[in-house]
């Protein structure tokens, strides 16, 4: 069985970054794709990019600006960083494994970040 | 940013069959396959239905998809009360290169 955890601040600041790492267990981290998906309060879900193990990366377009997906294989985590947040910001991360035919096969429990100030 | 369409609700009694539709376009259900998923109030997403009509490894057989065209459909048979949930459908768009969710449909189990 595989196991992801996001772990990160809970309240952000507006204008800063927020940065949330994804522990996975129960599976290499050196195989498919890794993503982050996040959902506001009371909305649906928004894919924000995912990253391979070998570090190649894909973004949404509506955030690649300030998204920066980073891995550590040693480690078996991979991390979020998205910059200059909002209001708009606030929302349930996920961090999720990506199979190659680009579905979300395995999901963690959500963290809630708020940006506020 | 939802460019697949979904009904933002749908209801039915206990023991009746539900269909969920999910519109999109050649970019990305026209071209690529569609996945489901259901969220339990309080709880992570979960995966439903892959490539659209594949169950994953403990999904009811009551659950199944379909897929024609640029449409797809979720069909959950002999609903049942823990049904009622918020169903997500999915898949990867060519002119995003990424993938695009609906917006939701929330199942009400009457």
């Known amino acids: 069985q595989v196991y992801l955890q996001e772990s990160g601040p809970g309240l952000v600041k507006p204008s800063e970054t927020l940065s949330l790492t994804c522990t996975v267990s129960?599976?290499?981290?050196?195989?498919?794709?890794w993503s982050w998906i996040r959902q506001p309060p009371g909305k649906g879900l928004e894919w924000i990019g995912y990253?391979?193990?070998?570090?190649?990366?894909n973004y949404n377009p509506s955030l690649k600006s300030r998204v920066t997906i980073s891995i550590d294989t040693s480690k078996n985590q991979f991390s979020l960083k998205l910059s200059s947040v909002t209001a708009a910001d606030t929302a349930v991360y996920y961090c999720?494994?990506?199979?190659?035919?680009?579905?979300?096969?395995?999901w963690g429990r959500g963290t809630l970040v708020t940006v506020s100030p | 940013q939802s460019v697949l369409t979904q009904p933002p609700s749908a209801s039915g009694t206990p023991g009746q069959r539900v269909t969920i539709s999910c519109s999109g376009s050649?970019?990305?259900?026209?071209?690529?396959?569609v996945n489901w998923y259901q969220q339990l109030p309080g709880t992570a997403p979960k995966l439903l239905i892959y490539?659209?009509?594949e169950r994953p490894s403990g999904v009811p057989d009551r659950f199944s998809g379909s897929k024609s065209g640029t449409s797809a459909s979720l069909a959950i048979s002999g609903l049942q009360s823990e049904d009622e949930a918020d169903y997500y459908c999915?898949?990867?768009?060519?002119?995003?290169?990424?993938?695009?969710f609906g917006g939701g449909t929330k199942l009400i189990v009457l």
């Open positions: 999720a494994r990506t199979h190659y035919s680009k579905y979300f096969d395995y």
């Open positions: 129960g599976d290499s981290i050196g195989s498919y794709y």
């Open positions: 990253i391979y193990y070998s570090g190649s990366t």
């Open positions: 050649s970019s990305n259900i026209g071209s690529n396959t």
């Open positions: 490539s659209n009509n």
């Open positions: 999915a898949a990867w768009d060519d002119s995003l290169n990424g993938a695009l």
